[in-house]
């Protein structure tokens, strides 16, 4: 069945790079998304890759994707005390699907 | 700004009560979903509704139903509150195809 896993946490140093990655299993996925959730509050949209693409950038944020390896990560350069929150992969399993398969959420720590 | 509105941020119930959750999106979505989340089990599905009056279960469905009388409202319903119920419900909302959600900010739901 689909399944998305995370690891549950990630600690940085402001100013460092971060890297939060995913894999999922089914290889039909179309979309794949990366969604912050900050404490207390719903998530939020942060960026998204359609699975023809290898790479987007956007800003501070680069999304990578290995097909054969079914696996994405989220880079978040030069991480600052407000990227502290937590970060959820998700995907859209098989073509004609638009009900998301979430991950548990990577729940990431920046250390000032 | 596209919004999707949650009646409460925090809520206090008594076991044994019926409780209503309310969702509201300005979106014109066909699909809207409703979530619990609660820590190391993620987001789990609870119901959603590709279309009024339709609603489909999703993982977790027991001891919840679900009203959606208009295509903007969607509507969580807890028929016999339990202390098990305790947690943060988020809802969502998203346009036909893969366009990812658009969540609310959630609520807090304490059943005491």
């Known amino acids: 069945g689909e399944d998305v896993e995370q690891s549950l946490f990630l600690s940085v140093r402001e100013g460092d790079s971060s890297v939060i990655n995913c894999t999922y299993t089914?290889?039909?996925?179309?979309?794949l998304y990366w969604y912050k959730q900050e404490p207390g509050a719903g998530l939020q949209l942060l960026t998204y890759?359609?699975?023809?693409?290898d790479m987007k950038q956007d800003q501070r944020l680069t999304v990578l994707l290995n097909k054969k390896d079914k696996h994405l990560s989220l880079r978040i350069a030069d991480t600052q005390t407000g990227d502290s929150a937590i970060y959820f992969c998700a995907e859209v399993p098989g073509a004609g699907s638009y009900q998301l398969t979430f991950g548990k959420g990577t729940k990431l720590s920046v250390i000032p | 700004d596209v919004k999707v509105t949650q009646s409460s941020r925090y809520l206090v119930k008594r076991t044994g009560e019926k409780v209503f959750l309310e969702c509201v999106q300005d979106m014109d979505h066909e699909n809207m979903f409703w979530y619990r989340q609660d820590p190391g089990l993620g987001l789990r599905l609870i119901y959603f509704s590709y279309d009024v009056k339709m609603k489909e279960k999703g993982d977790i469905p027991e001891g919840y139903s679900v009203s959606r009388e208009k295509k903007e409202r969607f509507s969580l319903i807890l028929e016999s509150a339990s202390t098990n119920q305790t947690s943060m419900y988020l809802c969502?909302?998203?346009?036909?195809?893969?366009?990812?959600?658009?969540f609310g900010s959630g609520t807090r739901l304490t059943v005491v």
């Open positions: 089914d290889s039909s996925s179309t979309y």
């Open positions: 969502a909302s998203s346009p036909r195809g893969a366009d990812g959600y658009t």
């Open positions: 890759i359609f699975s023809n693409m």
